[in-house]
Nanobody
Framework: QVQLVESGGGLVQAGGSLRLSCAAS????????MGWYRQAPRKQRELVAT???????NYADSVKGRFTISRDNDKNTVYLQMNSLKPEDTAVYYC??????????WGQGTQVTVSS
């Protein structure tokens, strides 16, 4: 079993920055992919970014150049540095640990609100 605990959300003005953290506990495998999704009101949950243990990354087009995902394998923690935030980035951000062909684990979510 894996548990994910997120932190770092909050309220920020447009153009500002926030850093999200997600710490995983339990049995973590080398093939596990970690990442972030987000869900805005009345919208479907969407990919933000993912990162493998070997630091291979994938970003949604909407956040490329503004967000940076990173991972500390020793701490089983994934980070999301969000710069140049826009009101449309407002959403609940969910941490994901994906075990390919097995299952996905989700965090409880952290609210990010960007005011204009």
């Amino acid at each position: 079993q894996v548990q994910l605990v997120e932190s770092g959300g909050g309220l920020v003005q447009a153009g500002g920055s926030l850093r999200l953290s997600c710490a995983a506990s339990g049995t973590i495998f080398r093939t596990d992919v970690m990442g972030w999704y987000r869900q805005a009101p009345r919208k479907q949950r969407e990919l933000v970014a993912t990162i493998t243990r070997g630091d291979s990354t994938n970003y949604a087009d909407s956040v490329k150049g503004r967000f940076t995902i990173s991972r500390d394998n020793d701490k089983n923690t994934v980070y999301l540095q969000m710069n140049s935030l826009k009101p449309e980035d407002t959403a609940v951000y969910y941490c994901l640990l994906s075990r390919p062909s097995v299952t996905n684990y989700w965090g409880q979510g952290t609210q990010v609100t960007v005011s204009s």
